[in-house]
Structures are given as structure tokens and as C-alpha cells.
């Protein structure tokens, strides 16, 4: 399922290094959200955007910012990487109506 | 904000018998709950949903049911099958829509 891509696949990444993951999509949706899964802690929101304009602060925002480059692309960077922020990461995308979420393949991203 | 809790964390059954996955929610403008189903390395996928206004949704083996008075919401999957081993989370969307709020999955094993 191609419809939301993610890049890289995976990660390995030195702490205090940037770093920058990419989400494009092809359903033609405005909303795009990042995620970061940990076990036990399920998926918690980072960023959400609801269109070009409008980037929104999740849950856990800090450490990381975002970039709407156009309808189909929301990219996460961390800024300066630290261990704690080993985890799976998903970009998400839905409807104008929040429903129907689909996920992207995930990018498992480890800080050494 | 939402809060959502899902239980057990982890579940086994023998081949055939049915599993049920129980969440409580908080907000009572959440009008939509979707459940998710991911394999291991692959990506959460929608399973079934369910809105506000409907107490019970069916699709072949898996159901879902909706108490709006006691803000819970079940799945329950009959005639468990191996590949139905999976982590499932479930998830409230407020009347806004602007978000999902998920649980923090159930590891569900299916004993042949």
C-alpha cells in the first residue's frame, strides 16, 4: 500500500545529530499527523497540520518540529537528537472529518 | 483532554474461542472510535469503527459495541483464527475531530 510513504525505513543516528523524517501521501487528504510508538505506551501524537497553514502541537511536541511543505508532504525533524527519542515513528493522514485514518509504513529510528 | 484506557494489555486464547478487548473513555463529545489492528512490523491498520449514534456494529468475525452512558466501548472477535494474533488499539475521536486519542494496545495471541 503506497498511499502514504515514509522515508527512511530505518534509522540509526548519533545523539545531538538532526534529523529529518519524511511522509508524502497520494489520497489526496489535508490532514497529516506525526506519531511516535513505544511499547506499552501506544501511539502518541507529536504534530498534527490540517492543511499547508496550520501545523498544531500534539501531546509530546517537545524535541521535535514540523514542516508542511504541501498537501501531500509533512516532514518531523528532531533537532538535536537524544536517546529517549528511540522509537517507531507513523504519519498518519485522514479526511477533512478526522476519520479514516492510514497509516505509513513507520520509520524505527534509534539514538545511540 | 481524552483519555483512553484499554484492557488487558495482553491476551491468549485457544483457536476458536472468542476475544475481547475492552476501553473506557473520558470525553463525552467523543462521537467516533475506531479500532486498530498491527502485525508485527507492519503498520496499524482500521479494522472497524463505530459513531455515537449506533450501540453495536458487526463485520464477519469482529464486532463492535458502544455504551455511551458508561463511556466504554468493546471488540470482540469470535472464532479466533492464528492470524489474528495481533497488537489492536483502539481510539476516541472528539466532536471536533481534530484528533485521535488511542489506547495502549492489547497484545492478542491466538494459540493453535
Known amino acids: 500500500d503506497a498511499d502514504v510513504t515514509q522515508t527512511p525505513r530505518n534509522r540509526i543516528t548519533k545523539t545531538g545529530k538532526r534529523i529529518m523524517l519524511e511522509c508524502s501521501q497520494t489520497?489526496?487528504?489535508?490532514?497529516m499527523y506525526w506519531y511516535r510508538q513505544d511499547p506499552g505506551l501506544g501511539l502518541r501524537l507529536i504534530y498534527y497540520?490540517?492543511?499547508?497553514?496550520d501545523i498544531n502541537k500534539g501531546e509530546i511536541s517537545d524535541g521535535y518540529s514540523v514542516s508542511r511543505q504541501a498537501q501531500a508532504k509533512f516532514s518531523l525533524s528532531l533537532e538535536s537528537a537524544i536517546p529517549n527519542q528511540t522509537a517507531l515513528y507513523f504519519c498518519?493522514?485522514?479526511?477533512?472529518w478526522g476519520q479514516g485514518y492510514t497509516f505509513g509504513s513507520g520509520t524505527r529510528l534509534t539514538v545511540v | 483532554g481524552e483519555n483512553v484506557e484499554q484492557h488487558p494489555s495482553t491476551l491468549s486464547v485457544q483457536e476458536g474461542d472468542s476475544a475481547v478487548i475492552k476501553c473506557t473513555y473520558s470525553?463525552?463529545?467523543?462521537?467516533?472510535f475506531p479500532w486498530y489492528k498491527q502485525e508485527l512490523g507492519k503498520r496499524p491498520q482500521l479494522i472497524i469503527d463505530?459513531?455515537?449514534?449506533?450501540g453495536e456494529k458487526k463485520d464477519q468475525r469482529i464486532a463492535v459495541t458502544l455504551n455511551k452512558t458508561a463511556k466504554h466501548f468493546s471488540l470482540h472477535i469470535t472464532e479466533t483464527q492464528p492470524e489474528d494474533s495481533a497488537v489492536y488499539f483502539c481510539?476516541?475521536?472528539?466532536?471536533?475531530?481534530?484528533?485521535?486519542?488511542f489506547g495502549t494496545g492489547t497484545s492478542l495471541t491466538v494459540i493453535p
Open positions: 498518519a493522514t485522514s479526511d477533512s
Open positions: 470525553d463525552s463529545a467523543s462521537n467516533y
Open positions: 463505530i459513531r455515537s449514534n449506533v
Open positions: 481510539a476516541a475521536s472528539p466532536g471536533t475531530g481534530n484528533q485521535f486519542y
Open positions: 489520497k489526496g487528504h489535508d490532514r
Open positions: 497540520s490540517f492543511d499547508v497553514k
